[in-house]
């Protein structure tokens, strides 16, 4: 008994540093976020006010949360229609519950996206949605007391870099032409080639130090001071002007939360983070070996409400693509946009419900599993490792023909059943293959999932470390 007591408080003063701070291991800090594997990210803010059109154009390039620059409509004017912002339809409850019910485990959203419009009350910048606006709802506060309630990790995205509507904030240049077809567009382009990329006289008034420290830092420490503790993800974008010493005053605010899981944007090469971030696209296996990754994806063309889309992607494709990243041992943050009145559009919640109903019977092969190292024509393998034997999750995009799956190498297999139903799935082995048969009822499924219990667990593999490898961020150059 006092052996088991004593043993106890040492492996809790081995917790513990010299501060007497709680210390993770990088495996024990990512541990909820690699079961989650499936998040939402949300782009939110007065851009959506436009819906992508401006003049009665259609944004001609980008993600329509980009129209302020795209377009170049001038400070002045992008803060009187942002004063007008009134998403009074609003539900963060529903928000939430959206995300649960398709599957998702955390929730990411852009807290000041580039417009440099916070979605909280802000003391560094009056241009935020309690004070300039008459809606004056607090909208990051309403979010995360929303995800409390309902067991929802929530995570912060911040734009530390550009900002334009706060003087001195980064303005990447774009071309006129990516906007509307505006009458001064050579008198602009001139304009912004001479003024790294700002479009008007006001973005100009500070340095990008002095718009760092008078709102980027003041209003990462107003979002830690009120929310750190139960901070789950900060995502940072676009660092572009950003330097070492301030992205390292950036990186000491975090030291009191050392649970915060930080992406890879915040300065590059020397503030790597802790998972890498490719952007809309599923990654070649061998680029993620060996790190911790997340793709952020639009599930329809743009980031921020578009009321035009047209690209909407089907649930079919968000579940391969989920699975397909599962199977490389990645996460997946979806994204939607919502509109002006704070409504998520219904081709999105349509889709999103559709792939809730694949996880509630397949989410099982989804979370907290790993990259399986396996990657066969038809489907996805996903690999999860008990104490003393993995699983094999086979999902199956195609039925193949013969009716047969082979595996190449794998240990016995103990059990095999269709993951929907429990029923149980023939298995024979001929020549160190291992053959399953298709059982008729996979016809009758979407994507049906063929659970392989293994006697043994599959080897450890051998990865190759991609730490110095970066993905490109879109839209800053
Ligand atoms: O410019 C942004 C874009 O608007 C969006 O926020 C994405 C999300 O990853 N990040 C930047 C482009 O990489």
Request: charged residues 20%.
């Given at each position: 008994m006092k052996k088991t007591l004593f043993a106890a408080v040492l492996a809790l003063l081995l917790s513990l540093n010299t501060f007497g701070q709680n210390v993770l291991t990088q495996d024990e800090k990512m541990q909820w976020w690699n079961e989650a594997k499936f998040g939402l990210f949300v782009h939110w803010g007065p851009y959506s006010l436009y819906g992508g059109v401006y003049n009665g154009f259609q944004q001609a390039r980008g993600g329509c949360e980009w129209i302020m620059n795209r377009c170049k409509i001038p400070v002045s004017e992008y803060r009187a229609k942002a004063s007008t912002f009134s998403p009074v339809e609003f539900d963060a409850d529903k928000l939430v519950l959206m995300a649960k019910d398709a599957g998702m485990k955390y929730i990411v959203f852009t807290t000041k996206h580039h417009d440099g419009f916070a979605m909280f009350q802000s003391d560094a910048s009056e241009f935020n949605i309690v004070d300039y606006t008459h809606f004056g709802r607090d909208i990051v506060d309403e979010l995360v007391q929303a995800c409390r309630r309902h067991g929802m990790k929530i995570g912060f995205y911040y734009s530390q870099s550009q900002d334009w509507c706060n003087a001195g904030g980064a303005t990447a240049r774009k071309d006129m032409k990516e906007g509307w077809p505006n009458p001064d567009s050579t008198y602009i382009n001139a304009f912004t080639k001479a003024h790294r990329g700002a479009w008007d006289y006001r973005q100009l008034e500070k340095t990008f130090d002095a718009y760092f420290h008078d709102v980027a830092l003041p209003q990462m420490k107003e979002l830690l001071s009120r929310y750190g503790k139960d901070l789950a993800v900060i995502f940072f974008d676009t660092p572009m002007s950003i330097t070492d010493a301030q992205a390292q005053e950036m990186k000491d605010l975090l030291k009191d939360f050392p649970q915060i899981i930080v992406n890879d944007r915040l300065k590059r090469p020397n503030y790597p983070g802790d998972y890498k971030t490719p952007e809309g696209r599923i990654p070649e296996v061998k680029d993620v070996e060996g790190v911790w990754w997340e793709t952020c994806m639009n599930i329809g063309s743009s980031w921020g409400y578009k009321s035009w889309e047209n690209k909407w992607k089907s649930s079919d494709e968000i579940i391969r693509t989920l699975t397909t990243i599962a199977a490389r041992g990645g996460n997946l943050l979806l994204n939607v946009g919502p509109d002006a009145l704070g409504n998520v559009p219904a081709e999105a919640r349509t889709c999103l419900k559709e792939v809730g109903d694949w996880m509630r019977v397949n989410g099982e092969a989804v979370y907290g599993t790993q990259r399986s190292g396996i990657h066969p024509e038809w489907g996805a393998v996903i690999r999860k490792d008990g104490p003393r034997n993995s699983c094999c999750y086979l999902c199956l995009y195609d039925l193949p023909e013969d009716g047969i799956l082979a595996l190449e190498g794998?240990?016995?297999?103990?059990k095999a059943t269709l993951l929907a139903d429990g029923s149980p799935v023939k298995v024979s082995v001929r020549k160190g293959r291992t053959l399953v048969t298709v059982p008729e009822a996979c016809a009758r499924e979407k994507f049906p999932v063929i659970k392989l219990e293994l006697k043994r667990k599959l080897p450890k593999e051998t990865l190759l470390s991609n730490a110095d490898l970066y993905f490109k961020i879109a839209d800053t150059d």
């Open positions: 794998i240990p016995a297999v103990r």
